[in-house]
């Protein structure tokens, strides 16, 4: 099951509390994949347990049943889409109830945001070696309404972006903080301790390639040095003969043994690592000179 498809299914887990917010759930579907009709109104859905749950809130406010119109296969995703319709006389005086709703009310408010991401919404997760990172999205097919649905997180301290997207607009949050920010007031509290988990996984793998990476240019570094120390060591052969014991030693012990590293080397010759490093500084400063 992909993220999205789970915080839907928590949002799921609860209904609506009064019709005022069934109403408000329903008018965000249909702004998100509905449509309003002359004699009533539709919506589509790739997700039956989606549709199910729209479709018994929609029969909790009217006490009519919806009736499945049209499926047709998204060869895309490889999945059906289902379209169900409540039209007729009746039915166009309930699509007016539900896009009059107000919005006012903040339970009502909500029930609009988590109608917006039941019907437009979607939320991926960065995983594995992956390059994507947190996005949350819902798209709206009218840009009056997705400015309606910044307004109404603006309400709940929650922000996003808009974009257009062909002819539809896109409300997003590419913020790991801001993506927890919505889940929490979705009080979708399964969702978010996944998004931490993730989170605290991503976290450390970002940690460990740079100690990696650091431990990768401490290496490349400690090489570079190892091989101009073995160039001038060479160079100046003939010298060597003429330093003090301990100096010879060591300028051919680093000749002989290019790629130890300072403490390799350093217990092959029997000495501290600082001792060592104080002789390489000494005949590099006197070759040099």
């Not at 998004?195 to 400690?222: F, H, I, K, P, Y």
């Amino acid at each position: 099951m992909n993220f999205t498809t789970e915080i839907k299914r928590e949002i799921m887990k609860t209904a609506p509390k009064s019709r005022a917010c069934r109403l408000a759930l329903l008018s965000a579907v249909l702004r998100t994949c509905g449509e309003r009709q002359d004699d009533g109104f539709s919506f589509t859905s790739e997700n039956e347990d989606v549709a199910a749950y729209l479709l018994e809130v929609a029969e909790k406010c009217f006490g009519a049943r919806m009736t499945l119109t049209a499926a047709a296969r998204d060869p895309k995703h490889g999945r059906d889409k289902l379209t169900f319709s409540c039209l007729g006389e009746q039915a166009a005086g309930y699509a007016e109830e539900i896009f009059s709703q107000p919005l006012d009310a903040q339970d009502c408010a909500l029930s609009f945001l988590k109608g917006a991401y039941l019907g437009g919404g979607s939320c991926t997760l960065p995983r594995g070696g992956a390059k994507t990172g947190y996005h949350l999205e819902f798209v709206f097919p009218d840009d009056g309404d997705a400015e309606l649905f910044l307004g109404l997180l603006d309400g709940f301290q929650l922000f996003g972006g808009k974009v257009r997207r062909g002819e539809k607009s896109v409300v997003y949050c590419k913020s790991r903080e801001g993506i927890g920010d919505f889940l929490s007031v979705m009080e979708a509290a399964s969702s978010l301790k996944t998004l931490e988990q993730v989170s605290a996984a991503r976290e450390e793998s970002n940690r460990r390639n740079r100690v990696e990476n650091c431990t990768a240019g401490n290496v490349d570094r400690s090489l570079t040095a190892s091989a101009e120390q073995v160039r001038l060591f060479v160079e100046n052969r003939e010298k060597l003969s003429s330093l003090p014991s301990p100096l010879k030693e060591t300028a051919l012990a680093r000749i002989e043994h290019p790629t130890l590293s300072l403490q390799e080397l350093a217990e092959l010759l029997s000495i501290s690592k600082g001792g060592l490093s104080h002789r390489l500084r000494r005949l590099t400063e006197r070759f040099k000179d």
